[in-house]
């Protein structure tokens, strides 16, 4: 398997992405923290895909609760320049970050067999 791009690199100009699919529920998550989700062809979160910006996504924020100060989980939309480690492996993208004494790690993945949403 040809080896993939860093997804370390968060402030390169173009996002390094990954796709996790089980062919009805579908994401699309780079290591900035943005993306998009989607089940069986609907589009459940926003979705812009813009190379150059890199705008759209869910975010997950993070609040100090002594100081106050508001983060972002990932480098996108307040990430600063904290550090930021995302990692893939297949079926899994992980995200961790570290600011003012202040860890989280976010865990993105699709399972290969269950439906995320009930359908009727």
């Not at 979160?45 to 997950?60: H, I, N, Q, W």
Request: charged residues 25%; hydrophobic residues 35%.
């Amino acid at each position: 398997m040809p080896e993939l791009p860093s997804l370390e690199r968060a402030s390169d100009p173009t996002p390094h992405a990954r796709i996790l699919s089980n062919g009805r529920w579908t994401t699309l998550a780079t290591g900035a923290g943005t993306g998009f989700s989607a089940w069986r062809g609907l589009t459940i979160t926003r979705c812009e895909l813009d190379r150059s910006e890199d705008p759209a996504g869910v975010f997950l924020y993070l609040r100090d609760l002594e100081s106050g100060a508001l983060r972002s989980l990932a480098p996108k939309p307040c990430g600063g320049g904290a550090a930021t480690r995302a990692r893939y492996s297949p079926g899994l993208l992980e995200i961790e970050r570290e600011e003012a004494g202040l860890a989280a790690q976010l865990a993105i993945c699709v399972h290969p067999e269950r439906e995320p949403c009930a359908s009727s």
